[in-house]
């Protein structure tokens, strides 16, 4: 081992928009040896969507829809700045973009994203969430998200595309990007009791600022099932991914079985 280098197992980069918090929050609850995260930021204007559908008259998914374009133009610069710390993994703390279009839209944003970064390894949210359902081996699920109507449109369809049975898509419809992290655990609570029932096999969170990661293990007990918050669904993707093979204990049956 090299007694200069601190990140001897894995070197992580982690791309989040500006007003997020969510992600940052979950990692520190990841404390391995040798392994590092390291976020770099793209800018994002704070904007309440709420307000801007009452100033424009458009409807609320053309605002989020126009938010989240201003947002691919931003991230280019990010992947440059985390970049050159030699990082040896990129991971996006972002989700909606990456279940944007279905399958095929995925693919093509992962394809724009592959342009920047090389032959770096990447992980996105929504292939994360894929190759963590596959462990389970599942084919009913339900998702909540922070989304306006068009983002849970987007997601259903990529989990479909995939061939599962989506029972149900809970979007709490937050007002702006920042409003995503203050959502409460009542509301969380609430959300997955609106989506849970004895058919469905796993429960997915998606909204990388919407942090899950206190909740979902003790729930997966309670609900005798999957629980897979987006935010480790990606930790668990970028550390297998870098060789990592870790079991983590109490932060979900992902990390500790697969």
């Known amino acids: ?57 458009d409807h609320v998914d053309t605002v989020f829809e126009r938010f989240l374009e201003i947002m691919r133009g931003e991230i280019p610069m990010a992947l440059r700045y985390v970049i050159s710390a030699k990082v040896k993994h990129i991971m996006l703390g972002m989700s909606a973009e990456t279940f944007w279009g279905g399958v095929e839209g995925s693919e093509k944003f992962e ?43 987007n997601v259903r369809q990529y989990f479909e595309e995939l061939g599962y049975e989506v029972k149900a898509v809970k979007g709490l419809s937050r007002p702006s990007a920042t ?26 969170q998606c909204g990388t600022n919407l942090s899950t990661v206190d909740l979902f293990p003790t729930l997966e007990h309670q609900l005798e099932k999957p629980m897979i918050p987006i935010n480790v669904a990606t930790v668990w993707h970028a550390l297998r991914a870098c060789g990592v093979e870790d079991r983590i204990i109490g932060k979900g049956r992902l990390l500790e079985e697969f």
Not at 185 to 204: F, G, P
Request: aromatic fraction near 8%; proline fraction near 4%; charge should be negative.
């Open 1 to 57: 081992m090299d007694n200069y280098q601190i990140a001897r197992r894995a070197q992580i980069g982690v791309v989040i928009p500006s007003t997020n918090t969510g992600v940052e929050y979950d990692l520190q609850k990841f404390h391995l040896e040798g392994v590092t995260w390291h976020p770099s930021r793209f800018w994002i204007e704070l904007r309440n969507w709420a307000d801007e559908v009452e100033s424009t008259g």
């Open 179 to 204: 409003a995503i992290a203050e959502t409460s655990i009542q509301e969380v609570l609430q959300a997955v009791r609106e989506v849970d029932a004895d058919d469905v096999d796993a429960i997915i």
């Open 111 to 153: 394809e724009g994203i592959r342009e920047h970064i090389g032959d770096i390894g990447l992980t996105t949210g929504a292939d994360a969430t894929r190759k963590a359902l596959e462990c389970f081996g599942v084919k009913k699920l339900s998702v909540i998200t922070p989304y306006p109507p068009v983002g849970d449109d």
